[in-house]
């Protein structure tokens, strides 16, 4: 069957005017094809070096872990600097700590966009996913529009023949 009948006769617009996730629909039921498709695996086949690489960022810096190991290497470091070395003369950066403040600063001014870069691609992956969720319930739809057609046109040729159908 062509498409643009198809289409008429299913959504009632012609197939130039679909949407592109409607017309792989109308384009699937013609080809008698399954519409599904994995979400995940397409935006992970689309996406970049950097884009695994903030995934994986925001993964540890978002973890439990990290906070823990974090939280004693600040700990070991006002330590170490402020009883350990301040004893020998060596502390590196005795209170108030200005080295180490402006290590913090750098770490979240670089983290931050990192795991906003992360988040923006899991949103890509979300509407990624509602997009192919969209397609899989028009499809079904559709589908089951097209059953109650024929069962319709069955039922109309078997009265017409004569015969009775219970309801």
């Given amino acids: 069957m062509h498409l643009n009948d198809l ?3 299913l959504l009632g617009r012609a197939f130039d ?3 592109p996730e409607e017309g792989r629909v109308v384009e699937a039921i013609a080809k008698r094809a399954p519409s599904s498709r994995d979400a995940a695996d397409m935006g992970d086949a689309q996406a970049s070096t950097g884009d695994r ?3 994986k960022v925001a993964a540890v810096g978002g973890s439990w872990g990290f906070i823990i190991v974090f939280a004693l290497v600040l700990l070991g470091w ?3 600097n402020s009883e350990v070395l301040e004893r020998w003369g060596m502390a590196f950066d005795p209170y108030p700590f200005i080295f180490l403040n402006l290590m913090l600063s750098t ?3 670089v983290q931050a966009p990192i795991i906003m870069m992360s988040q923006n691609r899991q949103a890509a992956k979300d509407r990624l996913t509602a997009s192919v969720d969209y397609e899989i319930n028009l499809r079904a739809e559709l589908e089951i529009m097209r059953l109650h057609h024929k069962i319709d046109a069955l039922v109309e040729k ?3 023949l004569g015969g009775q159908v219970a309801s």
């Fill in 53 to 55: 690489l903030a995934d």
């Fill in 107 to 109: 770490l979240a001014a």
């Fill in 7 to 9: 289409s008429l006769r």
């Fill in 78 to 80: 006002m330590l170490l």
């Fill in 158 to 160: 078997v009265e017409g």
């Fill in 17 to 19: 005017d679909l949407d």
